[in-house]
């Protein structure tokens, strides 16, 4: 009984191992089979049954004689069995629900394990987004620091370069003391002299009064005379001058002259050329025609030639196989004729000799009768044969004669007319050659005239080049000789005046002694005073040298100082603080018009559908500017009500530095407004005419409705400041490189070498192009050029910076930045130093989808108001709009970083100026 509860146990246990009990269902998975808890206790009950029976068999029987005995045990065993069972199964329950519960447990913590992973990687997400924007703040912050170094570093150099000034002004004032020196020394020998003067006064005291006098008169009128001939001279001079400029002029108006007919007869030239060779290529195309056909023709001569000879040996060989044909008819004639005599023999040899005798008797005579009709028969077919024969003969000759005469006659026909055509080619290259030689000769010939004319031209040239040296060497000889004459009269005159003051001072010598001793006395006590202050000013000037070496010192102090501050992270964390600060000032602190920059003059021409791009324009400009600002609109009629009506918008503090001028679309008297008008974009020529417009006006800035300023506007002002005395005007590159230029590859008029220029940004000195009469060449280029000109009126400037390069300023491309410069590479290397300046948005590209960095500019400029946050509202979103995602598409957008790093230093600039905008 143990044994079989043990086996039971283990069998339980063994089960266990297996299922797991399902508390819903009351079932058990036994080896992969869903099995009952009631089956499960029925095969308990009936194992150890099994081994009840079996130890019962094993004893022999003992049990099975005590039936009582047997059943009772049964019923405990039984019973046992169940409560064993069911033991089991509380167990196989209690385990289950621990599983269970374990299993959840190990759930809930897979779960927080997931939830901790997602948690650390979103923590890991934030601390990559917060060590990026803590990255991004760096480098904005280094971006700003390494600004405000680099303007430090500007004031540095300003101050080296004032240092060197002033040392340079030292340097000066030294020389000027040496000079002082040397002038003291050189009043030091001046005294010497005079006193050499005043012993030969003395000694001129003995002179003769009267002979004194007498000489005097007459160096007075030698002086006279000679004024009279310097007069003279000086009015020949000036004749001589003027008349030297009048050549010059004329040579230059004949010089023009002659390149504008050298330039015309050229032209002429080459057309003629063009048309002769066009005349000959069409003779030499005729000719090859005419060869080629030639060609055909005598190929087909000689094809027609080669079926003649193929008929003629056909015909041989047909005339062969008739020879042959007869000679065969004539073998088998022989041959029938040799076979009847052979019959003929067979047949008398079976006769009889009477029947022969008989036959002979009477054969003889049917014989030579048959025999002499057989022959006249035979000789009258054989006669018919031969005529026949012959008379096809005849025929065939007649007709293969016929055949080849009418073929010969068309070959000798063709050979003719090939022969012909062959010399008429011969005859026409001949001609071509002739007149290819003629035209030669003619350019020699004309080449020799022209040179001819040249030489000649230089030969007069020359002669009048001589006789201008001769007259102009025989006019100086007569300066100079009037010089000579003057400066003897001026002599004559001196020692005149010297002898008159010699003649007063000998009256005078007396009273002059102790006077003269007086003044010396007074001379000595004004030099020694002189000398005492030249020294105190010595003193002053080694001072000013030292007090300029001392600055020297300051400043190299002062720059080491800044570079150990640049190397302070505290500074850029003050810096920051100090912005903020900024940006929190009340907005009573917005910004006045300097007082310390000129007045901006901007101009503008709107036409048609500009009224947007213009608004944004002029809000681009008023956002940086500090100066006060004049806007110059020229516009239709019916735009100019909405320009007033936007313009009417700008709040109070924007319009203290802000005035607009609108003005009606005007061209000259005598101009057709209508050709100009439609000339390139409705308008554009406008531009061309403002300089005698607005005359009260001596400084423009002229732009296209499409540029935005992404700087103050001063800044690009400031390039008049850096003129020459010739230039009146200031232009950008079109292009930065020689492969990619539009002028360089298809411009057929002049242009400013050697990329032409863009006019879309234009600094303008209204007198100097009034005094250079610009609106009468403008119209000038234009009839000249109006057929071959592309862009307009940025033509006609081209044209005219062509003629006068030297009245031009460039300025870097930074001020002009057009999607040329980045739309296949980057080329404007100004921009990629120092960001984009002024940005040009041409041909559309504020709205369409070609270049979506410059609508994403124009767009933050669009949506922003004045009366919002500059930099909440304006930098943020255009950054955020410049960034976007969908701009990579855009060439342009690998050289972002170009559109916002100028811009972010001017929004800053103005924050640090206390403008909340």
């Known amino acids: 009984m143990l044994f079989g509860l043990g086996f039971t146990v283990v069998l339980a246990a063994g089960i266990g191992i297996f299922y797991v009990v399902d508390q819903k269902t009351g079932t058990v998975n036994l080896w992969g089979q869903s099995v009952s808890v009631s089956d499960i206790k029925n095969m308990l009950f009936m194992t150890e049954s099994k081994q009840l029976g079996d130890r019962h068999d094993k004893n022999g029987g003992l049990d099975g004689n005590m039936p009582g005995v047997d059943d009772a045990a049964k019923g405990r065993n039984k019973e046992k069995v169940h409560q064993q069972a069911a033991k089991i199964l509380e167990r196989e329950k209690l385990e289950a629900e621990r599983r269970r519960q374990e299993m959840a447990k190990l759930e809930n913590k897979r779960l927080e394990a997931?939830?901790?992973?997602k948690e650390v990687e979103r923590l890991e997400k934030e601390r990559l987004e917060a060590q990026k924007r803590q990255e991004e703040e760096r480098l904005e912050r280094e971006r700003l620091e390494a600004e405000r170094k680099q303007q430090e570093a500007e004031r540095l150099e300003n101050e080296r370069l004032e240092a060197e000034r002033q040392r340079l002004e030292a340097e000066r004032l030294e020389k000027e003391r040496l000079e002082v020196e040397r002038q003291r020394q050189e009043a030091e020998r001046l005294e010497k002299e005079r006193l050499e003067v005043e012993r030969q006064r003395q000694e001129a005291e003995r002179l003769e009064t009267e002979r004194q006098r007498q000489e005097a008169e007459r160096l007075e009128k030698e002086r006279l005379e000679a004024e009279r001939k310097r007069q003279e001279a000086e009015k020949l001079e000036m004749k001589r001058l003027e008349a030297e400029k009048q050549r010059q002029e004329a040579e230059r108006l004949e010089k023009e002259r002659l390149d504008a007919e050298r330039e015309r007869q050229e032209a002429e030239r080459l057309e003629k050329l063009r048309l002769e060779a066009e005349r000959q290529r069409q003779e030499a195309e005729r000719l090859e025609n005419e060869r080629v056909l030639a060609e055909r023709e005598r190929q087909e001569g000689e094809r027609l030639e080669k079926e003649r000879l193929m008929a003629e040996r056909q015909r041989q060989g047909a005339e062969k196989l008739e020879k042959e044909r007869i000679e065969e008819e004539r073998l088998k004639k022989e041959k029938l004729e040799v076979e009847k005599q052979e019959q003929w023999k067979e047949r008398l040899k079976g006769e009889t000799v009477d029947d022969r005798e008989k036959q002979l008797d009477q054969k003889p005579e049917k014989d030579e009768l048959a025999a002499e009709r057989q022959r006249e028969e035979v000789d009258r077919f054989q006669k018919e044969r031969k005529e026949h024969e012959r008379q096809r003969q005849e025929a065939e000759i007649l007709q293969n004669t016929k055949v080849e005469t009418e073929q010969l006659q068309k070959a000798r026909l063709e050979a003719e007319r090939l022969q012909k055509e062959r010399l008429e080619a011969e005859r026409l290259q001949n001609e071509r050659l002739e007149a290819e030689r003629q035209r030669q000769e003619a350019e020699r010939l004309q080449k020799e005239k022209l040179e001819a004319e040249r030489l000649q031209r230089e030969r007069l040239e020359a002669e009048r080049l001589q006789k201008e040296r001769l007259e102009a060497e025989r006019q100086r000889q007569e300066a100079e000789r009037l010089q000579k004459e003057k400066l003897e009269a001026e002599r004559l005159q001196r020692e005149r005046l010297e002898a008159e003051r010699l003649q007063k001072e000998a009256e005078k010598?007396?009273?002059?002694?102790?006077?003269?001793d007086k003044l010396e006395a007074e001379r000595q006590r004004q030099e020694a005073e002189m000398m005492q202050r030249e020294k105190v000013e010595a003193e002053r000037q080694k001072q000013e040298v030292e007090r300029i070496q001392k600055e020297k010192l300051e400043a190299e102090r002062q720059r080491q100082e800044v570079e150990r501050m640049q190397k302070d992270s505290l500074e850029t964390q003050k810096q920051k603080e100090e912005t903020e600060r900024m940006k929190k000032m009340p907005s009573d602190s917005k910004r006045m018009p300097s007082e310390n920059h000129e007045p901006v003059h901007l101009s503008v021409v709107a036409c048609g559908d500009r009224l947007e791009e213009t608004i944004v324009m002029i809000k681009s400009a008023l956002i940086f500017s500090k100066a006060m600002l004049h806007v110059h609109i020229f516009a239709d009629k019916d735009l100019q009500p909405q320009f007033k009506s936007e313009l009417d918008k700008v709040p109070d503090d924007i319009k203290k530095r802000f005035q607009a001028h609108i003005h009606d679309i005007q061209y000259p008297p005598g101009y057709n407004e209508n050709e100009w008008r439609q000339l390139f974009k409705t308008c554009a020529t406008q531009r061309l005419f403002i300089p005698d417009i607005l005359l009260e006006v001596d400084r423009l800035l002229y732009v296209d409705t499409d540029v935005l300023f992404l700087r103050p506007i001063e800044d690009i002002w400031d390039f008049f400041h850096q003129f020459n005395s010739t230039q009146i005007a200031g232009l950008s590159w079109e292009?930065?490189?020689?492969?990619?230029?539009?002028?360089?590859?298809?411009?057929?008029?002049?242009?400013?070498p050697p990329f032409g220029l863009n006019s879309g940004v234009m600094l303008m000195d209204l007198p100097g192009l009034r005094r250079k009469q610009w609106?009468?060449?403008?119209?000038?280029?234009?009839?000249?050029?109006?057929?071959?000109?592309?862009?307009?009126?940025?033509d006609l400037i081209n044209i005219f910076f062509h003629y006068y390069p030297e009245m031009l300023y460039v300025f870097s491309c930074e001020y002009n930045y057009r999607p040329d410069h980045c739309m296949y590479t980057q080329t404007c290397r100004k921009a990629a130093e120092n960001g984009i300046s002024v940005l040009h948005g041409c041909r559309g590209v504020y709205h369409n989808e070609k270049h979506l960095v410059f609508k994403a500019v124009y767009r933050a400029f669009k949506e922003y108001e004045f009366s919002k946050d500059l930099d909440g509202d304006f930098l943020q979103k255009l950054l955020k709009y410049v960034t976007d995602s969908e701009n990579a598409k855009d060439r342009c957008y690998q050289e972002v970083n170009l559109f916002t790093k100028r811009l972010i230093v001017s929004v800053n600039d103005v924050l640090q100026g206390g403008d909340k905008r």
């Open 735 to 752: 292009h930065e490189e020689g492969s990619a230029a539009w002028y360089s590859r298809f411009a057929r008029h002049p242009y400013y």
């Open 775 to 794: 609106t009468t060449l403008m119209e000038k280029y234009y009839q000249e050029y109006k057929l071959m000109i592309t862009w307009g009126d940025q």
């Open 114 to 117: 997931e939830r901790r992973r």
């Open 509 to 516: 010598v007396k009273a002059e002694k102790l006077q003269r």
